[in-house]
């Protein structure tokens, strides 16, 4: 049962008045409040992640101080911190509304998102406002009360309860397991979250193109924000915005319903059975990288054979196998260690321009069409003046080795591009629902043991500010 309150037309969404904190003194340290969520802050068990997370750690760097990062169980709590001089920004993925101005200084734009009213696979999908049969909850102080608010002035039957003890990803799991009839999302969680909840269906657009953007307190923050708009500018200027909207969301901008569903079965059937083999062969790759390949490869089955010849879990040639050791690809541990060994070979003789955290798509295109074609690719992009070691740039110019007049002009020739791109994006998207299972089992055993804190209390991630390397004072390593 929901624990809400119903909203009418006449109750628009505001932020109650606080006494604001007296004018800042210099900063000595960069407290950023936030909420979890796949997209904006969260632990892969690989280190911390998300879009804010990396965009505030790097503002960090930039203003040469510590950072530490505060997940608040609400937005109302954020607010109030805020107002308080509890934190200086808050940076969790939240859209400029007219509210938002009112209360608080923005932030410039990171990237635009959609409005969406979201139900269940298998209901009718809703035409207009007015036809809307069941219930409609949505984040209490969310900018979705705005939106409502003010489309119920033209449709005054409109009603919809407003939800206090639950997160976004709550709501949609309720309207994926058919507790719920309809909520309201941001386009780009919708996209990310749908490969973990592949019922969620996205109905009508009711607010298009919004900025994302950060805030600031109303008053004492005029020198913070000149820093932030001067930080914002050259990042843009570096493609920095840019590289975190590919990293965040353009790998799941294609949605296979089936294909989500068949892989959240497989990973509850299939994977238990290798998953032992592809953590011990994996190496210093993140064994969920491996185990996406594989299962894009071959579905996790150790007899897959295709036309061409490539055979087993990693689907590998029997060039390939008997290059890197393997006697029988048809043996689900050695084709799994011959990928494995396959992959980190092709990652260690790719161009040292590529960057650490981008050489793993590099990698996986070239295991898919060749690394002849993807450096042909990287030719190609250099002479349009793209750039050849950036992934976004990479995968634009990949499907043009289909094109007679580009692959004319290339070493290697024709490639299936497309399909190389496809593939990475495909990987992407598997291991990205690797780690939110695994962060799910995660939670439970936590939340099982008495006296621990649940991911709804503040938990203050604490890093230093001594440049690109720093380390979180709470986790082994700082991932960039």
Sequence with gaps: MLLCSLLSACQPAGIEDIDLAPPQAPLVELKVGTLYGPQI????????????????????EYLHLPMTMTPYPSRSELYRALKTGEIDIIAAGMSKTASREEQFRLGPPLYKVNQVLIYREGLPQPQAIDQLEGSIAVIADSAFVDTLTQLQQDHPQLLWEQVYDKDNEELLTMIANGELDYTITDSTSLQINRRYLPELRDGMILEQG?????????????ILMSQLLAFWHSEQRAGTLAHLNEKYFGHVKRFDYVDTRAFIRAIDRVLPRYRKLFESYAGTLDWRKLAATSYQESHWDPNARSPTGVRGMMMLTMPTAKRVGISNRLDAEQSIRGGAIYLADIMDRLPDSIPENQRIWFALASYNIGMGHVEDARKLADQMDLNPSAWRDIKKVLPLLQKRKYYQQTRYGYARGSEAVHYVDSIRRYYDTLVWIDNQERHLEVTAQPGTLTPAEPQPVALSGDGPNEVPLAEPKLPR
């Design 41 to 60: 802050f969260m632990n892969s068990g690989q280190g911390f992640s998300g879009f804010d997370y990396e965009m505030a750690s790097r503002f960090a």
């Design 210 to 222: 919004l900025d994302v953007v950060w805030l600031l307190a109303p008053q004492g923050s005029d």
